[in-house]
């Protein structure tokens, strides 16, 4: 079984070099930003997503989880269209739901991550649809076929993102 | 309560950050509907990744194009070839649509219709996009400092592309037409049924609005309506992909739009739209003939033709033949063929300001051998003037026609178009008598879309 339950004390906690902490999100929006002009199907991936996954379920700490999923999700949300904090709330829930979750289970295979990308993925969506059309009134219609296709190509994408990723961390 | 709070110490901080964006969101919605100011927050995260892009897109550019223009130039004189006889095979269908153009002109005239024309564009790259699923928007490198302002429209060649939405200093971001938040004017050029075009979560392009008693075939094709008061009418918008049953008692009509969106890298921001009533070009039409002859290289002046002109003093239409022969053989032999009937000089005469210049050309030729023709081509001449405001592509060959016919008929043309520059360029022509011209004075018509550079 990939997924195991472990007490607090089993798991291990990570941490990352500042250059990581930083450079690594920015990558990502870079990339978000750039690629998708050039690859259109770029764009069904959300590649701050997987990094606001990633390291909060790495570091297992919900306050710090909640912090990275707010200022990833905000960056995001200054390059976009529509108003800053959509994805910043999106992004902030899943970084706590991440985090909280990373500090109960301990997900390293290849398998468990790809089934918790994909959740994280479609929570993300459903928080986003939510804000963007109950707050902000945006009309925005949600496609079933479209969001389980793109949580899972955001799952395979993940599970190769997190092997990279998981060269820098750093065990406290 | 510090217990509780200490207890649920993740939860209370979660609710704390959701509750401050939930704020944010609620300040900018409200302020969104009073004014669209960009916000500095924005223009800081703009400005520190567009400059890599921007960066990047000319390394990208630069590659390409030395591969390109340098090393992979296989087939291109075939493509150069084929090129030349499509543009021959243009210039020819050109003909024929700028008598259908000529006639719609006409009809708006008496209707006091007001079009809308494009008047300026600025040519752009795009560099990148906001990079989601969930919207769909791009960023181009021109900014408030080339002009750019919000609720621009944005097109290619093939068709509209999508609308400024907010404006950098050195970059926008454009919302397209497959966002989902987008809305644009648009209609069925066979039908002319309008409808509202909008984008869908797959990213495709959906015309709404249309009644679904009517009757949509696929491969018909869409055209922007103008009612979005941002698109100029007529624009090339997509074809009907798909008809299907929409909610309602509406279509639900699947656009395959003109423009590759998802493969844009350069696009045209109009910046300036006119609009004006529609002005009938006289009665004229333009010949294959002369658009051929137009084309054709030209002789440059012979200085000693003026001078043998100006010293024999008489002027006579012959000479002011022979010398527009020297000229410009191609189009000499036009006006020749023309001159030897009246009714065809008269007939070139009302096609824009190449008609000006020639008929002019008649008036100053002094009396007897075509004394007929000069006269009916006076009478002509203030249609040909009009016909200068109408037609502004005619306006710009007046001055090429009269440039290579030269003689007072040039100065008169410059004159009363204003440009003094070419009426110094045949400075040794002798001044040619002319009927007094009272409507001979073209009022210059305010440039329009030729200030088009595109």
């Known amino acids: 079984m990939p997924i195991t339950y472990t007490s607090g004390e089993q798991i291990e906690v990570y941490r990352f070099s500042i250059p990581v902490t930083v450079g690594v999100p920015l990558l990502a929006l870079f990339l978000q930003s750039f690629v998708p002009r050039r690859i259109s199907y770029f764009s069904y991936l959300d590649l701050p ?47 706590y739901l991440a985090s909280s979750l990373g500090a109960k289970l301990d997900v390293e295979n290849a398998g468990a991550r790809l089934l918790v990308t994909l959740g994280f993925y479609l929570v993300h969506a459903a928080v986003y649809f939510t804000v963007a059309r109950g707050m902000v009134n945006l009309t925005l219609d949600w496609s079933w076929k479209v969001g389980i296709l793109a949580g899972l190509a955001n799952g395979f994408v993940g599970v190769g993102l997190y092997f990279v990723l998981d060269k820098f961390k750093q065990r406290t | 309560m510090e217990s509780v709070l200490g207890r649920y110490r993740n939860l209370t901080i979660l609710v704390g950050v ?25 223009i800081w995260a703009v400005g520190a990744i567009t ?60 209707l006091s219709f007001k079009e809308q024309y494009i008047a300026k564009t600025v040519p752009a790259q795009v560099i990148g996009s906001s990079g989601s699923d969930l919207s769909r928007s791009m960023y181009i490198d021109k900014g408030s400092n080339d002009g750019i302002a919000p609720d621009m429209a944005v ?66 094709t869409v055209l922007s309506s103008g009612g979005d008061q941002i698109f100029p009418k007529g624009l090339p918008v997509g074809t009907v992909r798909k008809v299907g049953a929409g909610k309602e008692m509406f279509l639900n009509i699947l656009v395959k739009p003109a423009a590759d969106l998802s493969r844009l890298e350069e696009v045209l921001v109009v910046t300036q739209k006119q609009e004006r009533e529609a002005v009938a070009e006289g009665s004229g039409r333009v010949r ?44 000499a032999n036009t006006t020749r063929a023309e001159n030897g009937n009246g009714t065809k000089l008269s007939g070139v005469s009302l096609a824009g300001g190449t008609a000006a210049t020639r008929s002019t050309t008649t008036v100053a030729a002094p009396p007897p051998a075509n004394g007929g023709v000069s006269s009916k081509v006076v009478e002509k001449a203030p249609s040909g003037d009009s016909a200068i405001k109408g037609n502004r592509g005619a306006a710009v060959r007046s001055q090429d026609a ?11 043309g410059r004159t009363s178009s204003g440009t003094s520059s070419n009426a110094a360029t045949f400075p040794a022509k002798p001044t040619v008598k002319r009927a007094k011209p009272a409507n001979d004075v073209a009022t210059p018509e305010p440039p329009a879309a030729e200030d088009n550079p595109h």
């Open chain 2, 51 to 110: 400059p890599f892009e921007r960066g990047l897109v000319r390394v990208q550019n630069g590659s390409r194009n030395l591969w390109r223009n340098y090393f992979f130039l296989r087939g291109v004189r075939a493509e150069n070839r084929e090129l030349k006889a499509q543009i021959e095979q243009m210039h020819l269908e050109q003909v024929r649509l700028s008598e259908d153009a000529a006639q719609a002109r006409r009809l708006q005239m008496l």
């Open chain 2, 402 to 412: 009269s440039g290579a016919t030269g003689s007072g008929t040039t100065s008169s």
């Open chain 2, 155 to 220: 097109i290619t060649a093939a068709g509209i592309v999508g609308k400024v939405l907010r404006v950098y200093p050195s970059t926008s971001l454009v919302l397209m037409i497959n966002d989902q938040t987008s809305g644009v004017g648009a209609m069925l050029e066979k039908s002319r049924l309008q409808g509202v075009l909008q984008g869908t979560a797959n990213g495709e392009v959906v015309l709404q609005r249309v009644m679904s008693d009517e009757q949509v075939a696929p491969g018909d």
């Open chain 2, 18 to 42: 959701l509750f401050l964006q939930v704020l944010g969101l609620a300040v900018q919605v409200k302020r969104s509907a009073d004014a669209e100011n960009t916000r500095l927050i924005r």
């Open chain 2, 288 to 331: 294959a003939a002369d658009i051929l002859a137009q084309r054709l290289p030209s002789v440059p002046d012979k200085p000693a033709v003026d001078a043998k002109a100006a010293s024999g003093g008489s002027a006579s239409g012959a000479s002011e033949q022979s010398a527009s022969a020297s000229a410009k053989p191609q189009l």
């Open chain 1, 49 to 95: 997503l997987l990094v606001t996954i990633f390291f909060s379920m790495a570091r297992r700490n919900p306050i710090s989880g909640l912090f990275t999923g707010a200022a990833i999700g905000l960056a995001q949300d200054m390059l976009g269209a529509y108003p800053i904090g959509i994805y910043g709330i999106a992004k902030t829930v899943v970084g």
